[in-house]
């Protein structure tokens, strides 16, 4: 099934990606069979990049020495996310930085939004990039994502960062979807089923046809990973940007990500 792929370019990324096209209802399934069945996330080392027990992520991107706070003593609470790094952020943060370097994608003076920012390294490395980014969360989270932004992006920065709230699936602040965003970021949001229908929701009312999204993600649950992409190809056009064209030190089996595009 991969060898028929049809290989293009997506939105305003200058790299080939592999169109997630189906005929058959069981495209989506198909699809998280051949992931697992190819990078078999199971049997591979979890927080290859981040610690779960640290109280902050120590990380080089853009010339600057990043270090994001966590907060650890969260991550059990029930209902609580993004209180601590996992390997797709930093491996979303890194492959934007590279694609940047090679000239496949600009973000200087682009409007981005980061959707469910949690700790924040994404939408500063955006920022480093040259973006003008909106990172939002819950209200609950605000509080560690500003300390975040405000700690690593003193100076330096070709670009600028604003923290905002925003649940999903409510009506989005008029700021951030006028003018469209050329670009939302989102690195594991893609985490129970319930999510995935407010997650949707606020990528179509956040996204015009020129916004570009890249979402990166854990392959923990093929079941919740079918359930997305399943809804997901209904109003986007969906790419899986290949682990080649990541940063080169920055690649896991248990992470994939996704680039869509609104039809």
């Excluded at 939105?11 to 005929?23: D, H, Q, R, T």
């Excluded at 330096?156 to 006028?178: C, F, H, Q, Y």
Aim: charged share 20%; hydrophobic share 40%; net charge negative.
């Amino acid at each position: 099934m991969e060898e028929e792929r049809l290989e293009m370019m997506l939105g305003s990324y200058g790299g080939k990606v592999s169109v997630l096209e189906w005929e058959t209802e069981s495209g989506a399934a198909e699809e998280t069979m051949l992931l697992w069945g190819i990078q078999q996330p199971t049997v591979s080392k979890q927080n290859a990049f981040v610690s779960h027990s640290s109280l902050q992520l120590l990380l080089d991107a853009c010339g600057h020495s990043l270090s994001i706070l966590q907060s650890p003593s969260s991550l059990g609470k029930p209902g609580v996310t993004g209180a601590v790094m996992w390997d797709s952020g930093v491996v979303l943060g890194k492959f934007l930085e590279h694609a940047v370097d090679l000239g496949i994608l600009v973000l200087q003076g682009k409007k981005v939004v980061e959707l469910g920012s949690g700790c924040g390294l994404v939408g500063c490395i955006a920022a480093l990039l040259g973006a003008q980014v909106i990172l939002t969360d819950l209200p609950d989270r605000l509080r560690l994502l500003k300390k975040n932004v405000e700690s690593n992006l003193r100076h330096g920065v070709r670009g600028s960062a604003a923290v905002k709230e925003l649940t999903w699936g409510d009506d989005p602040d008029n700021d951030l979807i006028e003018p469209p965003p050329d670009y939302v970021l989102g690195s594991d949001v893609i985490y129970s089923e319930g999510a995935v229908v407010d997650l949707l929701d606020s990528l179509t009312q956040l996204c015009r046809p020129q916004t570009t999204v890249f979402l990166s993600g854990e392959l923990r649950n093929d079941t919740v990973l079918e359930c997305f992409l399943e809804a997901a190809v209904k109003d986007f056009v969906v790419g899986r940007i290949d682990q080649s064209q990541w940063h080169p030190d920055y690649r896991s089996p248990r992470v994939v990500m996704y680039i869509l595009v609104k039809k």
